[in-house]
Nanobody, 117 residues
Framework: QVQLVESGGGLVQPGGSLRLSCVAA????????MTWFRQAPGKERELIAH????????NYPQSVQGRFTISRDNVKNTVYLQMNSLKPQDTAVYYC??????????WGQGTQVTVSS
C-alpha cells in the first residue's frame, strides 16, 4: 500500500520559515516525480514546486520562486519543501504528490501551514 505522509506544518509569523517533509512508502521512490501543491480555503489547488526523479531539475511558479526550495533524498524516500520569507498568503494546506512516468499518481493527506502574526 502506497503512503505519502507530510509533516512540518504549523503556525509561523510573517517572514519566518518552515520545512515540510513528505515520506513515501510502498513505491519505488526514485521512479516518481514529486510535486508540492497547496490549497487555500475557497481556492483551487496550486502547484508550487516540482522535482525530477533524480532531483536534478526543479520548477516553481512566480509566486514562490526564490522563497521556496524543493529537494529530495532518494535513500530516505523523502521530499522536502523549505519555505522562507513566508507571507500570510502562503497560508494553505500543503500536499505532496508522486507521479510515475506512466501517469500513476498518489497524494498525501496534507499538512496545514498558517502564516499569521
Amino acid at each position: 500500500q502506497v503512503q505519502l505522509v507530510e509533516s512540518g506544518g504549523g503556525l509561523v509569523q510573517p517572514g519566518g520559515s518552515l520545512r515540510l517533509s513528505c515520506v513515501a512508502a510502498g513505491l519505488t521512490f526514485s521512479d516518481y516525480y514529486m510535486t508540492w501543491f497547496r490549497q487555500a480555503p475557497g481556492k483551487e489547488r496550486e502547484l508550487i514546486a516540482h522535482i525530477s526523479r533524480a532531483g536534478g531539475t526543479t520548477n516553481y511558479p512566480q509566486s514562490v520562486q526564490g522563497r521556496f526550495t524543493i529537494s529530495r533524498d532518494n535513500v530516505k524516500n523523502t521530499v522536502y519543501l523549505q519555505m522562507n520569507s513566508l507571507k500570510p498568503q502562503d497560508t494553505a494546506v500543503y500536499y505532496c504528490n508522486a507521479q510515475s512516468t506512466s501517469g500513476v499518481e498518489f497524494w498525501g493527506q496534507g499538512t496545514q501551514v498558517t502564516v499569521s502574526s
